[in-house]
């Protein structure tokens, strides 16, 4: 099996006795001998938080997710369940008598089991203080491991060192063979000894299958990866080594000389492996997490699953509708049509959806689609299809390509200077592209020529379905070219010396998405934050080139720009686009389907407006659903083609804001008029204050009235001297309680008798009787009047007694108003409190 092996994380540590990958965050827990518990973010490397849990060796612990927990076993028999976000310890108890080896985390229900030296197995429900709901006997030695049943997570297995494994029901305390397994799964068990060998074993007829040899010391531990055909083992010989699970062969031994190896741990959803040292810990990761699938443009889909092969039909899959929800997962009927000799690396479909090209292990098999019937087969690294669908070449090695005719190897018309470059992979399309370090070379699929080779450091290649564009991507760019055929037939038949460099004029730079511009939203059309051209799954429909991102991100490149559909949160795989459904369909992992809308007519409108086509524009604008008309005006105000965005839109809202922006005031008028009352106060304030700006006064004031902006009627009023328009506005202000502006607007009409009035009826009486002093004086004694009666009510009476009728003593005013200032403040005042015929205009408060 060829697949990678890459080191991710390499940290030297005390001796790590469990680890445990976390399910969604990118932490690895590790279990120390000397008592503490790490945490890795296995991305970068660092400790991300540290747990001092116990003074004795931690020999087992596995994060509880769904509760921010992690729970670790101990040699001082005590179980501890730690919160990893908080810090805190959650519950600490003795589990058994004896040390704690083992612990299995039920996937669903809040059970834990634990396995220890006491030769019992017990259940421990959080939810229920974690009491022991269950006891299991019946091993005669220590338990070493517990692992619950992937296919029935009611049952799990033990291993113990009286050399057995049982079978249990969570339900029962005693053993229990029986299991009910899907017939299509091998019903085995992987077990390790301290014989140096790792063993696989029916568990439904109890018989040793296999017995793998090869380490040198006692295995420590083995497992059956879940997603690829391996078993992993590791030894106290120091190795790992990473055997083939249907031939039983060892396919890479492993020494990253920490010592002893010890523990295991698989991340779900992912490839990666964590192992457990005396003198640290590692994390690998295996081949690729990309799933292994290829659809026809008809949407007939098949993948793999390890070996066995499916295939499934998104032209039939439930949910296709335009409202279903972006991103939604949808339920796609798959069967199993066969499998495949081969572990896959890559599935091609010929052009037209007849044959499936099946590629790893250095060979190829081509299958029929309907039937899965082996139609050729060879040694391949890579393989290409022509668009004719007969013609297809294949890399035997690095510089040997081979081309073929009808499922026979074609004898004339090699490809030119092949053998003479190191060649990565082949890719098909309108002419054969092959990669390799720092260049990529496109030959004519009928000749042979060289049409052009190109200097850059290339991932992939894809063409266009119209032949014309191709996209050639990097780590973090790519770039779109156009083949013009025509000239290169012209350098043809001129004579023209095909070098290894091809013909200059066969390719045209459409696009160099790498420094140009920011990825753009689709709606809008503005920039966003941005800047990712890590193209990982890609596909062309029609000139639109959409693909996703190494960042979890769907878009689409046309024109000269590109622009974001939507982010995801998980890695999600392009499978391709449905016309039909005016949606694009994307996989996890796991081949679970979503979908993203995505009109054509929209996209193809784009690029005729990018490309100045408006005639063309206006052509395609007619056909385009009506749900989609809002999202091109949008693009159209991105584009500052304002006036057409407005003739487009039919989202009152959105023709609102662009007749203000284009002082389309009658426009903006006429919908102000049909919105609701209860929405209509801002558009109206918005359309009043843009009618003010081109001086259409008229139409200001009707706006300023309709939205209650009262503050800028009375702006305009005084500008125009418009004084019954003030005395009504006046009116309006009280009644709505904006006192403040009706006191302004009465002042501005000079109605001091008015003001005192408006000062009193609002409980403000020691500003009416200073405000009537100075502008009213006639008005005094009714606002002193009232302000003694306020102070009467509020039950304070020497302040009270300060306030007297002015007439009678004005001269007297400064000193009764200090008076009453020190009386506020409980003071002495400065003078003898003065007699009922004194008189003085104070407000103690103010």
Not at 11 to 39: A, C, M, Q
Not at 149 to 158: L, Q
Not at 500 to 527: K, N, T
Request: net charge negative; aromatic share 10%; proline share 4%.
């Amino acid at each position: 099996m060829l697949f990678e092996v890459n080191r991710k994380l390499f940290n030297r540590s005390e001796r790590v006795k469990g680890v445990d990958f976390h399910p969604t965050e990118p932490w690895l827990l590790t279990g120390l001998y000397n008592g503490s518990v790490n945490i890795y973010n296995h991305e970068t490397g660092a400790i991300v938080k540290t747990f001092e849990v116990s003074e004795v060796p931690v020999r087992c612990c596995k994060f509880i997710a769904r509760k921010n927990w992690f729970v670790a076993g101990s040699d001082d028999f005590q179980l501890r369940v730690f919160n990893y976000n908080t810090h805190e310890k959650v519950t600490s108890f003795e589990a058994h008598p004896d040390y704690i080896r083992c612990l299995a985390v039920h996937p669903t229900a809040p059970i834990v089991l634990t396995g220890s030296d006491d030769m019992t197995i017990k259940a421990w429900d959080w939810d229920k203080g974690w009491k022991n709901i269950q006891i299991y006997e019946g091993h005669t030695h220590f338990i070493m491991n517990l692992c619950f049943n992937p296919k029935d997570s009611n049952t799990f297995a033990s291993a113990c060192l009286d050399r057995t494994v049982k079978m249990w029901n969570i339900g029962a305390s005693t053993a229990n063979f029986t299991m009910d397994a899907h017939e299509k799964d091998k019903p085995y068990l992987v077990t390790t000894g301290d014989d140096k060998t790792v063993k696989v074993w029916d568990y439904l007829s109890k018989s040793c299958v296999q017995t793998m040899e090869g380490h040198t010391n006692n295995v420590s531990f083995a497992v059956f990866h879940p997603n690829l055909p391996l078993i992993l083992s590791g030894s106290e010989d120091g190795t790992v080594k990473i055997w083939n699970s249907n031939a039983y062969r060892v396919e890479n031994t492993l020494s990253y000389a920490l010592e002893r190896a010890w523990c295991i741990a698989l991340r779900r959803d992912a490839n990666d492996v964590a192992f457990g040292f005396d003198e640290g810990v590692v994390v690998i990761k295996l081949g690729r997490d990309e799933p292994t699938f290829s659809m026809d443009p008809s949407g007939k889909l098949i993948f793999t699953r390890n070996q066995e092969v499916y295939s499934g039909n998104l032209q039939t899959i439930d949910g296709p509708s335009a409202d279903a929800a972006d991103g939604s997962r949808l339920r796609l009927s798959s069967k199993e049509i066969g499998h495949t000799e081969i572990f896959a690396t890559s599935l091609i479909h010929s052009p037209n959806g007849r044959f499936v090209t099946v590629v790893g292990d250095g060979e190829y098999i081509t299958y029929t689609a309907l039937a899965w019937r082996n139609k050729s087969f060879g040694n391949g690294m890579s393989f290409a299809w022509a668009p004719d669908s007969n013609t297809y070449a294949v890399l035997e090695t690095k510089v040997k390509l081979k081309v073929y005719k009808n499922f026979k190897e074609r004898t004339g018309n090699a490809m030119k200077g092949a053998g003479s470059w190191a060649i990565d992979g082949l890719h098909g399309g309108t002419l054969l592209g092959a990669r390799g370090s720092g260049f990529v070379v496109f030959w004519d699929w009928e000749s042979g020529e060289i049409v052009r080779r190109i200097d850059v450091d290339a991932k992939n290649v894809y063409w266009s379905g119209t032949g014309s564009l191709v996209a050639i991507t990097a780590d973090d760019s790519f770039y779109i070219l156009r083949f013009d055929r025509d000239a290169y037939n012209n350098a043809l038949a001129e004579g023209a010396e095909i070098t290894d460099e091809g013909v200059e004029e066969a390719f045209e730079v459409v696009a160099d998405i790498s420094e140009g511009p920011v990825l753009r939203h689709p709606i809008c059309g503005s920039p966003t934050d941005y800047r990712d051209y890590s193209v990982k799954t890609a596909k062309w429909i029609g000139d639109c080139f959409i693909y996703t991102t190494s960042t979890n991100r769907l878009s689409y490149f046309v024109g000269n720009e590109s622009y974001s559909i939507s982010p995801f949160d998980t890695p999600l795989f392009l499978l391709g686009y449905i016309p039909a459904h005016n949606r694009v369909y994307l996989a996890d992992k796991d081949m679970n389907v979503h979908s993203y809308s995505l009109s054509l007519g929209v996209v193809e409108y784009q690029t005729a407006v990018l490309r100045g086509d408006m005639d063309g524009a206006a052509a395609i604008l007619p056909t385009l659903p009506k749900e989609q008309l809002n999202k091109v005006a949008r693009f159209l105000e991105g584009k500052d083609l304002k006036e057409l965005a407005l003739q487009v839109t039919t989202d009152p809202d959105h023709k609102f804001d662009l007749a203000l922006q284009l002082d389309d005031l009658d426009t903006a008028l006429e919908i102000a008029r049909t919105v609701p009352e209860t929405e209509a106060e801002l558009k109206w304030k918005s359309l009043g204050d843009r009618a003010l700006a081109v001086w259409r006064f008229d139409l200001a004031r009707e706006c300023f009235e309709k939205g209650s902006d009262l503050s800028a009627l009375m702006l305009l009023l005084l500008a125009t001297g418009d004084r019954d328009g003030l005395v009504a506005l006046s009116a309006k202000a009280v009644e709505k309680g904006q006192n403040n502006l009706a006191f302004a607007t009465l002042l501005q009409l000079g109605d001091a008798g008015a003001c005192v009035d408006l000062l009193i009826n609002t409980g403000r009486a020691p500003e009416a009787a200073l405000f009537a002093r100075t502008y009213a004086p006639s008005q005094a004694p009714k606002a002193v009047d009232a302000w003694h009666a306020e102070l009467e009510a509020k039950k304070r009476p020497k302040i009270a007694a300060a306030v007297a009728h002015p007439n009678k003593n004005a001269e007297l005013f400064e000193e009764g108003w200090a008076n009453a200032l020190a009386l506020e403040r409980g003071e002495a005042p400065s003078s003898p409190p003065m007699s009922e015929g004194d008189g003085v205009l104070v407000d103690a408060t103010t």
